[in-house]
């Protein structure tokens, strides 16, 4: 793998960024006059070499992403953590109060 490689060579450093996606993954290297960005999907790794002459622009936005996990984990609160505690009994207190303790601090 090119990025273990990569850890070793002086001229390159890495960069606190990680992408990953369902089947796929990405991290990022700064060399001297140029950005590397690896992206590992399945059994390949395709590499892109940005160079900081060609960049004319960065752009920030929000997105909506937030919304969806955060819908995610408040499902998942509801269901592991509600329904055992409708059970009734000490273990469905515990088990709803490990779940709700898991889950709830994710939406904050």
């Known amino acids: 793998m090119k990025g273990i490689m990569l850890k070793d060579d002086p001229n390159y450093?890495?960069?606190?960024?990680?992408?990953?996606?369902?089947?796929?993954?990405?991290?990022?290297?700064?060399?001297?006059?140029?950005?590397?960005?690896?992206?590992?999907?399945?059994?390949?790794?395709?590499?892109?070499?940005?160079?900081?002459?060609?960049?004319?622009?960065?752009?920030?936005?929000?997105?909506?992403?937030?919304?969806?996990?955060g819908a995610g984990c408040l499902l998942m609160a509801l269901l592991l953590g509600a329904l055992p505690l409708s059970a009734g009994d000490a273990v469905g207190y515990w088990m709803g109060g490990i779940n709700l303790a898991i889950w709830l601090p994710a939406l904050a």
């Open 13 to 69: 450093r890495r960069l606190k960024l990680r992408t990953t996606g369902i089947l796929s993954s990405a991290s990022y290297w700064m060399g001297k006059d140029h950005l590397l960005i690896v992206v590992l999907d399945g059994y390949r790794e395709n590499y892109r070499r940005i160079y900081f002459r060609d960049i004319q622009s960065i752009l920030l936005r929000r997105t909506n992403g937030w919304l969806f996990f």
